[in-house]
């Protein structure tokens, strides 16, 4: 079994996107700029957004982060999206999810101009992902691809089971791999909470994303054996090891799948800080205008 080792990877690119930032600053041109709107005081939302300023700082990026109340109204949200729209300072921005409950999200994505949504969730970006044309790939679904293409795993003709249809994840990954495209040309077989006779499907995957949100909930029986798995659950438990009082663990039982995989990712360590890559390779991309001109 070989570990996919995110954090490696992640490093590598972080260096390659920083080379790329110096280099368009060296010309004399402005620096990448990212900008967040973070809408209340949710701890998961707030590490994120200050995980994406350290982000920016080591890749010499600009970043600017936008704070409103729990209790803002849909209103404000729409007349700050459409001001970072119109901002030419700024390349690219994301209004971090979740929002409170009386915000309409899809409604807030589909006011962000397709040329500075580099989440990748607007329609126009996944619908130009579906016909394999340039766009802003979703982070989860670009890193989860990238470390695949890294490692070089085969993936033409493989079945590719996918556990979890979400929009940021689950679809889109399925959308990617089944692309004509290396990585790619995958059999994909999208899997979720309807799906019957979930066990026997997971046993026939050669490549088995589990995105299901569930802690646990892919084990060994479910693997076959030299299948490559990708775990993109991220889940709390208390641990009296750690300093914080608990650590992060996966929606594979790791311990027992890890001794039948031919590869798999860890959590933390995996696919995690591959997330982060994805978010500053669009805004590099916005930067120079690589996909609207
Ligand atoms: N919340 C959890 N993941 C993400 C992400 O990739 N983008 C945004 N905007 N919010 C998130």
New binding site residues.
């Given amino acids: 079994m070989k570990l996919i080792d995110g954090n490696a990877i992640a490093e590598q690119i972080r260096k390659e996107i920083a080379a790329e930032a110096a280099s368009i600053i060296d010309k004399g041109l402005p620096a990448p700029h990212l900008a967040a709107i973070l809408v209340g005081n949710d701890p998961a939302?707030m590490t994120?957004v200050a995980n994406k300023e350290k982000d920016c700082k080591a890749c010499g990026f600009i970043s600017s982060i936008y704070r409103l109340d729990e209790k803002t109204t849909e209103k404000s949200i729409l007349e700050l999206v459409d001001f970072l729209n119109n901002d030419h300072e700024v390349d690219g921005f994301?209004?971090?999810?979740?929002l409170p409950a009386h915000i309409r999200v899809n409604k807030v994505i589909e006011n962000i101009s397709p040329a500075k949504d580099v989440?990748g969730f607007h329609p126009v970006n996944l619908g130009r992902m579906m016909i394999n044309i340039p766009s802003y790939l979703p982070?989860?679904p670009y890193g989860i691809v990238e470390l695949i293409r890294r490692y070089g795993i085969e993936t033409e003709g493989q079945h590719c089971v996918v556990i979890g249809r979400s929009n940021?994840v689950g679809t889109p990954v399925s959308v990617l791999l089944s692309r004509n495209t290396n990585p790619g040309n995958c059999t994909v077989t999208l899997c979720h909470s309807r799906t019957q006779h979930l066990k026997e499907i997971c046993l026939q995957a050669d490549i088995l994303i589990a995105a299901i949100g569930k802690k646990w909930f892919v084990t060994a029986d479910m693997v076959k054996q030299d299948a490559v798995v990708i775990d993109v659950g991220m889940h709390r438990i208390e641990s009296a090891e750690s300093k914080s009082g608990f650590r992060l663990t996966g929606d594979v039982k790791f311990d027992e799948v890890s001794k039948k995989c031919s590869y798999i990712t860890p959590v933390p360590g995996g696919v995690g800080p591959m997330?982060r890559i994805g978010l500053l390779t669009n805004t590099l991309k916005a930067a120079k205008k690589e996909i609207y001109t």
């Fill in positions: 939302s994120y994301i209004v971090q999810l979740p989440d982070a989860t940021i997330t």
